[in-house]
């Protein structure tokens, strides 16, 4: 029987997860699109051929035909959705991030702890990709040796909305790296430091952290949300005897007048298509097994992002190291 999920959220994210599970993925059924602008529903809905559209996120998730969510409304909602999802005992897979305050991330951790079982997948879906999985086996099977170093760059062409700001480098885009490294390292993080260059123009200028983890490894993250030249996210993994660097997916190189020309997404969704692809596929079986998937962040994953960037941005605001200081982790997110 096919999975009935309400797609809460018809933006840029929501329209991506609605073409993947309507276009690419089997054994899933879109009931309702739910947006509060209902020409946006109404837009997105008609080109997949889905008759129901809704404004109401908290009614879509209390829907007896709706086995499932995915939250991919600002973010300001994403926690309060959780909530309610926990409440009405469905899965849901929320976009990053579960919430930029790392106290209400704590509230749907505590609310799942209640329920006794994880129902909220958190979307870093990088934790899918192709070439970060190999990173995390290279380090897992102690190819590189000791794990020293990694470096991460996570550049885009422009800033995704007017009002982006050096600290929303570090809360809404900074979270992909703040997670993935935790996740390849298999570590959490000890303290952050955080700066930034002067650029000559208005533009919001890149972030350059530097965090130190509970191992004693160096993590390095540049987020640059004004880049301009292409969606550019690399990363190396630096051991004792050897390294590893993330390669993008497959463009091609031409060739002619003495040029090679390769060329850049332009945004994450080209660049990370086939991760949001397994990522989404992987929370259909969780819905369908009621196992969590074991590569996928959880809300206490949520929670870690959202508390080392708190103290990423009070690093910078203050231009000093932070230390981090988390919350016990519970019994339930105890990974075996
Ligand atoms: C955006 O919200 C994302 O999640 C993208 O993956 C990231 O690359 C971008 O910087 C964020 O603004």
Same mark, same amino acid.
């Given at each position: 029987m096919s999975i009935r999920v309400g797609l809460i959220g018809a933006g840029i994210m929501g329209a991506d997860h609605a073409r993947i599970f309507a276009?690419? @993925?089997?054994?899933?059924? @879109?009931r309702v699109i739910c947006d509060a602008d209902g020409a946006r529903a109404r837009r997105l809905a008609d080109s997949l051929g889905i008759k129901d559209i809704a404004s109401d996120g908290e009614a879509v998730i209390a829907r007896g035909h709706v086995d499932a969510v995915v939250i991919a409304s600002p973010d300001f909602t994403h926690a309060p959705l959780s909530l309610a999802a926990i409440r009405a005992g469905k899965p849901a897979l929320c976009e990053k991030p579960l919430s930029q305050s790392a106290k209400q991330c704590l509230e749907v951790v505590a609310a799942e702890q209640a329920a006794g079982r994880r129902l909220i997948q958190v979307g870093f879906m990088r934790r899918f990709d192709q070439s970060y999985v190999e990173m995390k086996a290279a380090r897992d099977e102690g190819a590189l040796g000791r794990a020293l170093m990694m470096h991460n760059f996570h550049r885009n062409v422009e800033t995704p909305a007017s009002d982006f700001s050096g600290a929303m480098a570090i809360t809404n885009s900074a979270p992909h790296e703040l997670d993935i490294a935790r996740f390849v390292l298999d570590t959490d993080y000890r303290s952050i430091t955080a700066f930034q260059p002067r650029r000559s123009d208005a533009l919001v200028a890149p972030v350059v952290m530097v965090l130190e983890t509970i191992d004693g490894q160096l993590v390095t993250i540049e987020i640059n949300n004004n880049a301009s030249y292409g969606y550019d996210v690399r990363g190396e993994l630096v051991g004792e005897t050897g390294s590893i660097s993330l390669r993008a997916p497959g463009h091609s190189r031409l060739d002619a007048g003495l040029k090679n020309v390769g060329r850049y997404d332009d945004d994450w969704r080209g660049r990370f298509a086939e991760a949001y692809r397994r990522q989404n596929a992987a929370f259909l079986d969780f819905v369908r097994t009621g196992n969590f998937p074991s590569s996928a962040s959880d809300s206490w994953d949520g929670y870690a992002a959202a508390a080392i960037a708190e103290a990423g941005v009070r690093a910078l605001a203050e231009g000093r190291r932070i230390d981090l200081q988390m919350a016990e982790k519970p019994a339930l997110y105890q990974r075996s």
């Open positions: 276009r690419d @993925l089997p054994g899933v059924e @879109l």
